[in-house]
């Protein structure tokens, strides 16, 4: 039961990483454990915040927080691949929720179509390379 609880809770919340906000700041000013690093510290509510695989995912996506950005890295990531759970709720309630931005978020999925696949790596491996490196490599736009 132990692993099914831990299984959903993945699910739902996403990978987290064990890597504190102040060893992500400590990364070269370039790379990508910088930019997360920044990216928790300004937008992060949590008084200890905790790298998830979706902050990881903002930041080479876009470093929006609105809930239309939100919904638009989703089908960025959707049109990745990347076809969980989680993601086509929050697409489907994106496409309700906000019906005057369907051109936007399809746009958003065709950019996420010509990127190359990067939603399922391992992405706190990667920290420590030059994030626009990152970006070039996976023609993420």
Known sequence: MKKINNFISSAIHGRKSIITMDELINYPKDSLGFHLGSFLFYNSYD???????????????????????EIAMYYYLFGNGDLTFKNLFVIVTGAILYPFCIKYFYSRYIDGKQALRFYDLDHFRMLHLPLERIKDTFLIR
């Open 47 to 69: 008084a200890e915040p905790q790298a998830e695989i979706t902050d990881v995912h903002r930041v080479l996506i876009n470093k929006e927080v609105s809930d239309k950005e």
